[in-house]
Antibody
Framework: QVQLQESGPGLVKPSETLSLTCTVS????????WSWIRQPAGKGLEWIGR???????NYNPSLKSRVTMSVDTSKNQFSLNLRSVTAADTAVYYC?????????????WGQGTLVTVSS | DIQMTQSPSSLSASVGDRVTIPCRAS??????LNWYQQKPGKAPKLLIYAASSLQSGVPSRFSGSGSGTEFTLTISSLQPEDFATYYCQQSYSTPRTFGQGTKVEIK
């Protein structure tokens, strides 16, 4: 059974960089897309972007100037860096696996981690 | 970006009811449409992919239909564990976008 687990600081100061890692267990990280999605309290889901195991990325244009994603296949991990954060970046951050076979879907999700931006 | 619209944002229903949840895309997305269920404090769970394919392990009372710009998630007989928020998501192009969600509440 594939499992994903987010890890990283729960509190980040304004203007600093939010850094999260997602560790994949129970399956290989290769040949899938790996996505980050966030959800502010009481609101809907926002797709941040995705990375393929080759390192190819797609980012949401609304965040593209501040986002970097990376993947470490040797550790079965992928990561998110979001620079210059503000209070508007406070949210639960989820990592998810993207399975693409003709269509694409997010079939496995991490439990989510709350990141608060505050001084 | 493709806009996904879900209306209503909430609906009330009783156990045993047939429930339909609509989703509209701002442009044609063929059948590149997924549905997720989210319960409070939990991650979303994939229910339906490619508009009408049931994800493994999901009860058969859930079904999806539609293509182009109009889609529907149907719960044939609502169960107590189905009270949750349901999101549609397009996988036609990036950035992926989600609907605002429809919360199914107990009548």
């Amino acid at each position: 059974q594939v499992q994903l687990q987010e890890s990283g600081p729960g509190l980040v100061k304004p203007s600093e960089t939010l850094s999260l890692t997602c560790t994949v267990s129970g399956g290989s990280i290769t040949s899938y897309y790996w996505s980050w999605i966030r959800q502010p309290a009481g609101k809907g889901l926002e797709w941040i972007g995705r990375i393929y195991t080759t390192g190819s990325t797609n980012y949401n244009p609304s965040l593209k100037s501040r986002v970097t994603m990376s993947v470490d296949t040797s550790k079965n991990q992928f990561s998110l860096n979001l620079r210059s954060v503000t209070a508007a970046d406070t949210a639960v951050y989820y990592c998810a696996r993207g399975f693409c076979g003709g269509d694409c879907r997010l079939d496995y999700w991490g439990q989510g981690t709350l990141v608060t931006v505050s001084s | 970006d493709i806009q996904m619209t879900q209306s209503p944002s909430s609906l009330s229903a009783s156990v045993g009811d047939r429930v339909t949840i609509p989703c509209r895309a701002s442009q044609s997305i063929s059948s590149y449409l997924n549905w997720y269920q989210q319960k409070p404090g939990k991650a979303p769970k994939l229910l339906i992919y490619a508009a009408s394919s049931l994800q493994s392990g999901v009860p058969s009372r859930f079904s999806g239909s539609g293509s182009g710009t109009e889609f529907t998630l149907t719960i044939s007989s609502l169960q107590p564990e189905d009270f949750a928020t349901y999101y549609c998501q397009q996988s036609y192009s990036t950035p992926r976008t989600f609907g605002q969600g429809t919360k199914v509440e107990i009548k």
